[in-house]
């Protein structure tokens, strides 16, 4: 009978446990689906000398429209396309604070490439990728491949 007892508690215990955890799940952010774009980010350049951001739709990028060469602010996790009119003039790349090609829109050189999980996609001027959390630990800036002076940084946050 105490034996018994004990038994049932136990498994009361555990059904709560199980009732605890369950909800905990429901209450946890779900996770982006990489196969939706968060934001377009559309470029627009100043002869030689800058890019701008003509416009961003959609939710998790920052930037002040019409300024050269401005910051953009993104967010891990989330999938961005940018759109890079005049691109084949002033091809986009991304890289690190070391300067280092993390993707390029050009001659497709850069590290971050061939990663599934950022699944790095160029047609025409439309560049597309996921910031993972690895790409987003690396990139810093981005830049025009044939005008180094058309540069801006990109912050990150979570
Ligand atoms: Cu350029």
Redesign the pocket.
Known sequence: MKFRLNHNLLLLGLLMLTALVSCKEEEEEPMPDPNVIAATITLE?VG?NAYVVASISGDGATAITGEQNVAIGLRTGMRYRFVNNGGS??PLEFLSSSNAVLLAQNNQTGTFENDDAVNFMVEGDNITFTLTTALAAELAKYR?S??PG?LGAITISN
């Open positions: 350049n030689a003039g002033h025009c044939f005008h058309m």
